[in-house]
């Protein structure tokens, strides 16, 4: 018998399923199913076997994709918080569409196991509702997910947003949705979500609302003005993070952009995803603000888009400080991205040419 038994009243793509029952179906998977069924497959085995840990593969969008060791208990109370947090009892109806070899994908299946939820699985593509004919009282996407979702979000009740920047149009196109979103705060090492905040709420609408921490999670500051993370119910040790952040409280905070992504140019430091915030309103493609080198200031501040051509013309800078306005304006056709999706900030910059400039 598994060390981490399976909740009495989960059920996998409607059919309750004890452990060994979803031994076999796990290997089914791995056997006989589509590439998403085949990683659910091969993650149910090592979640079901004596091990206290199984590993997971970082997302690589701020260095090197790297395995860390994870133990089942964090992973447990990880899933206990984020059913404390959205009030999701058993027999809650949820929808994986995320991949399973990621730490997101691997939560969803770990909270459906523990808690008793009713998990439907299906492939973690572009769209992932436009064969879905159901309501579900919670799931989790990506903000391209969600971008492309915009039209049926009225099929989920509670819908958690992670994995990559949640731009301010985006959020502007889910102010009316009936479903309750939420932005995540969080990492592989701390096993996804450790803050959140509602992005569609009357208070969202009135100004930007602070991440919230969940329970058992407190935040500070370090020297450098990043955020450190203490939540010992899923990581042994607090967390430095390179994120830059305005502390509310022990917690609450705004975030401010990644450390890595400030661009020093000429001594005043540049945050580009707040630039970015500003100039949301007015670019309908992929866009980043950085920094690429200049001889007199160090760093020049730049705008990069992902397009085959824009018009310059269109662009209001009146919204920037006097200082954050680009000194150059590239049209690439396509991204880095890494393989959940998340752009690729400094392989974009390093291999910016004249030919991509406007």
């Known amino acids: 018998m598994s060390k981490y038994p399976v909740h009495p009243d989960f059920q ?19 056997e006989t199913g589509e590439l998403y069924e085949q990683e659910l497959g091969t993650f149910i085995l090592d979640w079901l076997n004596d091990k206290d840990y199984v590993y997971v593969n970082t997302s690589g969008s701020t260095g090197d994709p790297k395995s860390i060791k994870i133990l089942k208990k964090h ?8 059913a404390k947090r959205f009030k999701l ?7 994986h569409c995320l991949p399973t070899r990621f730490i997101a994908g691997k939560m969803m299946f770990v909270r459906a196991a523990i808690l008793g939820w009713k998990l439907d699985v299906v492939p973690p593509k572009s769209n992932p ?3 879905v004919f ?37 959020k502007d196109l889910v102010q009316d949705s009936p479903t309750k979103i939420y932005e995540t705060y969080g990492m592989t090492e701390t096993i996804t979500h450790i803050a959140v905040r509602r992005v569609n709420s009357k208070k969202s609408q009135e100004s930007e609302q602070p991440f919230k921490t969940l329970s058992k999670v407190t935040v500070s500051q370090d020297e450098r003005g990043c955020l450190v993370v203490k939540a010992p119910k899923v990581t042994s040790d607090p967390i430095v993070t390179n994120d830059l952040v305005k502390l509310i409280s022990y917690k609450k905070f705004h975030w401010l952009g990644r450390l890595d992504n400030v661009v020093n140019s000429g001594g005043i430091k540049l945050f580009p995803e707040s630039i970015e915030k500003k100039l949301a309103h007015q670019i309908d493609v992929p866009f980043i603000v950085g920094g690429e080198p200049d001889e007199k200031l160090g760093e020049r501040l730049v705008l990069v888009m992902e397009c085959d051509s824009f018009d310059a013309s269109r662009l209001d800078f009146e919204v920037l400080d006097k200082y954050e306005v680009p000194k150059e304006i590239y049209c690439i056709p396509t991204f880095a991205r890494t393989p959940n999706g998340k ?13 991509s400039r406007i």
């Open 12 to 30: 996998l793509n409607g059919t309750s399923l004890k452990a060994p029952a979803l031994r076999e179906l796990a290997v089914e998977f791995q």
């Open 75 to 82: 992973m447990i109370n990880s899933a206990k918080a984020t």
């Open 89 to 95: 009892d058993p027999g809650t109806t949820s929808l």
């Open 129 to 131: 509702l436009d064969q």
């Open 134 to 170: 159901k309501r579900y009282d919670f799931s989790a996407m990506t903000p391209f997910q969600l971008d492309n979702s915009i039209a049926r979000l009225h099929l989920l009740g509670k819908l958690i947003i992670g994995g990559g920047a949640f731009s301010q149009s985006l």
């Open 343 to 355: 752009i690729k900030r400094s392989d974009i910059l390093t291999a910016l040419d004249a030919d």
